[in-house]
């Protein structure tokens, strides 16, 4: 078992079976700077507490910086043999400075405490990149509202017809949980900046290491105050990845829209050539796959979030081998985020809005009927006999297969004699929406408040 980072204890070598089933360089050497740099730290650890020479040190950290560069262009990878980053990390460096020097390097820490540190490090990292990917999203939203302040829309609800919305509020319905999400991965940043690097196996170091000389070596505000905490829980990975189901549902949410709105049948919107795709047998074909891919990829986001709380409960104190589980999930939840979200930011930045086909269709579906009753309320009826009232309209108008607008004085008066014919003056969509005033509605100068706001709260996070 030469090389390995155990063994002395054991008379025979693992099985070959025992290997293939342990071994996880494949996807944990993705952690391999993240390793370098937990080295780095922890010799300066080990210097400041006398377990190294200042020259022994600079050695040890020339040494590092040598597998890191060898790491990045490729001339250092995992062999077959390797466990996993960690022991193959360290034959690298013993092959750089020697085994006695580089021998002393695991003094103090243990796989344990250095993996649950390492997947903090990587999720941090990843999380900025996660969040400037959002904001985009974000801008590309907000920028189809600023190009469409008025256009009006037919707003649903059951997906029928309810009332007439301005494209913008609803587009801008769009980007308020993605703005939550990104104040989610805020959130979470602060919860997770904790080094657990120190805490060794789980019970914590006997040499008189700083921990918070690590922690701020690395970049995390401050270390676990408890070891056996530290290195065995995953709730900081746990919640990474709802974040990224979350922000995955919140986007298919969105794409399960354009899908609907790209449909010749509604015909709201145009996408981009180049963020369509095409049939191999259907010439016609002009497909919205990103906005599909953005829906299935969702799926794929829940199943790690839950196969990841599958593998954590249940597991008793401190650390079990199971928690190497923990990153493929996780690893691939960050992926397919940081895949789907620039081509999702892309698609929503160049789609095309009939906005004329959506102002015919928003009074459609006697979409006006509630202002018919609110107009009924101005005018002191209660609104339980206006709601009647509009009601028995919307059925004398449906059953001559004409709109509310078409009416005429004689059908509103056969109707009720509450209804004058003033009330034509609220059977236009625009007075519909200018109408809603009120906090969060959609009137065009809410909804350009509204805006405002939604900018400011993104630019906070
Ligand atoms: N590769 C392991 C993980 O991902 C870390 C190694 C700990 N191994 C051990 N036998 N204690 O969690």
């Known amino acids: 078992n030469e090389g390995a980072l155990w063994g002395a204890r054991f008379a025979s070598g693992p099985s070959p079976e025992l290997v293939e089933l342990s071994r996880s360089t494949h996807f944990d050497w993705i952690l391999a700077p993240y390793d370098i740099a937990g080295s780095h730290a922890h010799a300066t650890a080990l210097e400041a507490a006398g377990y190294l020479e200042a020259d022994e040190a600079r050695r040890m950290h020339d040494g590092l910086d040598a597998v890191a560069r060898k790491v990045a262009d490729g001339t250092i990878v995992a062999q077959l043999t390797d466990e996993d980053v960690h022991g193959a990390l360290e034959q ?83 980007a308020w949980p993605l703005v939550r999400d990104l104040e989610r991965l805020r959130d979470w940043s602060a919860r997770a900046s904790v080094s657990p690097y120190g805490g060794g196996a789980l019970a914590g170091s006997s040499l008189g290491l700083d921990p918070t000389l690590v922690a701020r070596e690395l970049g995390l505000a401050a270390p676990a105050e408890n070891s056996i905490d530290g290195t ?27 899908i609907i709105w790209n449909t010749r049948e509604f015909g709201f919107v145009t996408l981009d050539d180049a963020f369509s795709t095409g049939s191999s047998i259907m010439p016609q074909k002009k497909n919205p796959d990103i906005a599909e891919l953005a829906r299935g990829k969702s799926g794929r986001l829940i199943g790690n979030l839950s196969g990841l709380l599958a593998t954590l409960k249940g597991l008793p104190l401190a650390y079990n081998r199971d928690l190497q589980e923990d990153k493929e999930p996780v690893f691939d939840s960050v992926t397919t985020l940081e895949v789907l979200l620039p081509a999702f930011a892309g698609m929503v930045a160049t789609m095309r809005f009939d906005t004329a086909r959506m102002s ?3 009074p459609e579906g006697f979409s006006l009927a509630t202002d018919v009753a609110d107009w009924l309320v101005r005018r002191g009826v209660p609104f339980r006999d206006a709601h009647e009232v509009s009601g028995a309209l919307v059925q004398a108008c449906e059953s001559r297969g004409i709109g509310l607008e078409d009416a005429s004085d004689e059908l509103f008066a056969a ?3 509450l209804l004058e014919p003033a009330v034509r003056d609220v059977l236009a969509i625009e007075g519909s929406v200018a109408s809603r005033a009120g906090v969060g509605g959609t009137a065009p100068v809410r909804v350009a408040e509204q805006r405002a706001a939604l900018v400011a709260r993104a630019q906070e996070v």
């Open 92 to 174: 690298a460096l013993i092959a750089e400075v020697g085994g006695e020097l580089g021998g002393r390097l695991r003094a103090g820490r243990s796989r344990n405490d250095q993996i649950a540190t390492l997947v903090r490090m990587y999720l941090l990292d990843h999380s900025r990149t996660i969040a400037r990917d959002l904001l985009r999203v974000i801008d590309a939203i907000v920028a189809q509202a600023e190009a469409h302040p008025e256009a009006i829309m037919p707003g649903r609800t059951h997906l029928q017809s309810a009332q007439p919305v301005l494209l913008a509020h609803h587009l801008q319905a769009h």
């Open 232 to 258: 065995s829980a995953r709730d900081v990975v746990a919640e990474f990845a709802y974040i990224a189901a979350q922000i995955g549902i919140d986007i298919s949410r969105f794409a399960e829209d354009v």
């Open 360 to 362: 015919v269709l928003a």
């Open 415 to 417: 109707v009720s004699p």
